[in-house]
C-alpha cells in the first residue's frame, strides 16, 4: 500500500503539450509528474524523480478519453485540410 503524499486534482496540474505530460511542484523543488499516455491507461499516481514522494491524481479517466479523442479526430481533420 502507497502512502500519498497528498491527493491533486489533475486540473490543479500544468500540462506540456509538447511533452504530452502533467507537472505539479514537489516539495523538494522538483515536479510531479505524470504522461498522458499514462493517465489514460489509468494509473493515479504521479511521481517526483528527485525525491520518494508520490501523490493521487483526482481525475475522470472517461472524460479525458473522450477529450483525448476528440483531439485526435480534430488533428486528423486539420491534416485532411493541409493536404487538400
Do not use: N, W
Not at 479523442?69 to 493541409?82: N, Q, R
Amino acid at each position: 500500500m502507497s502512502v500519498f503524499h497528498d491527493e491533486i486534482e489533475i486540473e490543479d496540474f500544468e500540462y506540456d503539450e509538447e511533452e504530452e505530460t502533467y507537472y505539479y511542484p514537489c516539495p523538494c523543488g522538483d515536479r510531479f509528474q505524470i504522461t498522458k499516455d499514462e493517465l489514460l491507461a489509468g494509473e493515479e499516481v504521479a511521481t517526483c524523480p528527485s525525491c520518494s514522494l508520490i501523490v493521487k491524481i483526482i481525475y475522470d479517466l472517461e472524460a479525458l478519453q473522450k477529450e483525448s479523442e476528440e483531439v485526435e479526430i480534430l488533428t486528423e481533420d486539420i491534416k485532411k485540410l493541409e493536404v487538400a
